[in-house]
């Protein structure tokens, strides 16, 4: 049974940096694009990056571009999220996903609070 689980969420200070971590199992993670997306309270869920199966491409959402890095650790079969100069607006909580036989599968998320 495909799984997903999320950790390294945080409340962190404005300028602060996170790793969030998804740790995968029930399906061959290096075969798969991962992708990181958040939802903060009111808001639709967005995508926040995209990554290869072999990690060799990735895209960001243009407000994170920059600050953050989406990597996967298929040998550990482990998504990260680097999140560096977090800001206020990042505050959500985030997801990692993937596209398995046509459904769409999640974690259970993490939350990220930036405040001072």
């Known amino acids: 049974q495909l799984q997903f689980v999320e950790s390294g969420g945080a409340l962190v200070q404005p300028g602060g940096s996170l790793r969030l971590s998804c740790a995968a199992s029930?399906?061959?993670?290096?075969?798969?694009?991962m992708r990181w997306y958040r939802q903060a309270p009111g808001k639709e869920r967005e995508l926040v990056a995209s990554?290869?199966?072999?990690?060799?491409?990735?895209n960001y959402l243009d407000s994170v571009k920059g600050r953050f890095t989406v990597s996967k650790d298929n040998a550990k079969n482990t998504l990260y999220l680097q999140m560096n100069s977090l800001k206020p607006e990042d505050t959500a909580v985030y997801y990692c996903?993937?596209?398995?036989?046509?459904?769409?599968?999640w974690g259970q998320g993490t939350q990220v609070t930036v405040s001072s």
């Open positions: 029930g399906f061959t993670f290096s075969c798969y694009a």
């Open positions: 996903s993937t596209y398995y036989y046509n459904n769409r599968y």
């Open positions: 990554i290869t199966g072999a990690g060799g491409s990735t």
